[in-house]
């Protein structure tokens, strides 16, 4: 009898685990759909947001009609600091997005994220937090991923994976690396400017946000190319620098525009190849805000 209970807990278990590699899963979460005026949406977002426990670290207006919260908590930024490089999944967006004449209120998937970023935890419960405060009607961006392809993503063959980031500039210390974004950030200096910055604890990383809006690295420039489906995926921004002991680190344009969109095409309108463009000025306007700090270091 105990064999045969072990074998069923053993099937069992075999079955849960398909069931949850099976489990296709997409960027983001439309909350809410509805008529109403679009500064009390903001207002409401923002309240309901603070009172679910999450910090507000920055709020941001890339173009009209569209503001984006980013924000973090406690669990969040523990589970980064126990991931590598997992400042990356230290905090999640929610856009407010007037359409036409009613208001769209979007979160970006908490666990889509911790997956596509390898993080040590699934952000399960990050995600129930963000349905309880804001709504779910549902998931979108995606025909869906499943948690085991999205920790090797990539947009197509050749195209960048996670562990393949734009490699910025090597400082002298930490101190200094987090000094030269810093001092690049609020200069303006490539079209940046600085949306938030959150500290991981526990280790040497620090994550910030970046607007842009420099030509073809404009955040307005590209969602207007590539944001193009009734529901508007404006939880794609902002970018962000990392700060990784010496090193200033982002994102490869390629696996982060691809992460946001996975299924956009490759060619034709409203595709990767109208913001062709794009990757190699993102990299540009990134690297230009450590590259005054950068250039002095080496001329000492």
Same mark, same amino acid.
């Given at each position: 009898?105990?064999?045969? /209970?072990? /074998?069923?807990?053993? =099937?069992?278990?075999?079955?849960? #685990? #398909?069931?949850?590699?099976?489990?296709?899963?997409? *960027?983001?979460?439309?909350?809410?759909?509805?008529?109403?005026?679009?500064?009390?949406?903001?207002?409401?977002?923002?309240?309901?947001?603070?009172?679910?426990? +999450?910090?507000?670290? !920055?709020?941001?207006?890339?173009?009209?009609?569209?503001?984006?919260?980013?924000?973090?908590?406690?669990? =969040?930024?523990?589970?980064?600091?126990?991931?590598? &490089?997992?400042?990356?999944?230290?905090?999640?967006?929610?856009?407010?997005?007037?359409?036409?004449?009613?208001?769209?209120?979007?979160?970006?998937?908490?666990?889509?994220?911790?997956?596509?970023?390898?993080?040590?935890?699934?952000?399960?419960?990050?995600?129930?937090?963000?349905?309880?405060?804001?709504?779910?009607?549902?998931?979108?961006?995606?025909?869906?991923?499943?948690?085991?392809?999205?920790? @090797?993503? &990539?947009?197509?063959? +050749?195209?960048?994976?996670?562990? @393949?980031?734009? @490699?910025?500039?090597?400082?002298?210390?930490? @101190?200094?690396?987090?000094?030269?974004?810093?001092?690049?950030?609020?200069?303006?200096?490539? !079209?940046?400017? $600085?949306?938030?910055?959150?500290?991981? *604890?526990?280790?040497?990383?620090?994550?910030? !946000?970046?607007?842009?809006?420099?030509?073809?690295?404009?955040?307005?420039?590209?969602?207007? $190319?590539?944001? +193009?489906?009734?529901?508007?995926?404006?939880?794609?921004?902002?970018?962000? =620098?990392?700060?990784?002991? $010496?090193?200033? =680190?982002?994102?490869?344009?390629?696996?982060?525009?691809?992460?946001?969109?996975?299924?956009?095409?490759?060619?034709?309108?409203?595709?990767?190849?109208?913001?062709?463009?794009?990757?190699?000025?993102?990299?540009?306007?990134?690297?230009?805000?450590?590259?005054?700090?950068?250039? $002095?270091?080496?001329?000492?």
């Amino acid at each position: 009898m105990k064999k045969i /209970l072990s /074998l069923l807990f053993l =099937l069992m278990m075999i079955v849960a #685990q #398909q069931l949850v590699a099976e489990v296709k899963l997409m *960027p983001h979460v439309l909350a809410s759909q509805q008529a109403g005026q679009y500064k009390s949406v903001i207002s409401d977002t923002r309240t309901a947001l603070k009172k679910a426990g +999450f910090e507000v670290v !920055g709020e941001y207006m890339p173009y009209k009609d569209t503001t984006i919260f980013v924000i973090t908590n406690d669990a =969040l930024k523990k589970n980064a600091a126990a991931s590598k &490089h997992g400042g990356y999944g230290s905090m999640q967006r929610v856009a407010v997005s007037k359409v036409n004449n009613e208001i769209q209120v979007v979160y970006t998937n908490p666990v889509y994220m911790a997956n596509v970023y390898r993080m040590k935890g699934d952000l399960s419960a990050v995600k129930q937090q963000l349905e309880t405060a804001l709504g779910k009607v549902r998931d979108f961006g995606a025909k869906g991923i499943s948690a085991e392809d999205l920790r @090797e993503y &990539h947009y197509k063959m +050749f195209m960048p994976y996670f562990d @393949e980031p734009y @490699e910025l500039a090597t400082m002298a210390s930490h @101190e200094a690396a987090i000094a030269a974004v810093e001092k690049g950030l609020k200069a303006g200096w490539g !079209g940046t400017s $600085k949306v938030y910055r959150i500290d991981i *604890p526990g280790k040497q990383e620090v994550i910030f !946000g970046v607007g842009l809006t420099r030509e073809c690295s404009g955040d307005e420039f590209i969602m207007n $190319k590539i944001d +193009f489906a009734e529901t508007k995926s404006a939880t794609h921004l902002p970018y962000e =620098l990392m700060v990784s002991g $010496k090193e200033v =680190l982002a994102l490869h344009a390629k696996f982060r525009i691809a992460q946001s969109f996975p299924d956009l095409s490759m060619m034709g309108n409203n595709s990767f190849f109208s913001i062709m463009c794009a990757p190699g000025e993102i990299e540009d306007a990134l690297k230009a805000v450590v590259e005054g700090e950068k250039k $002095k270091q080496e001329e000492e």
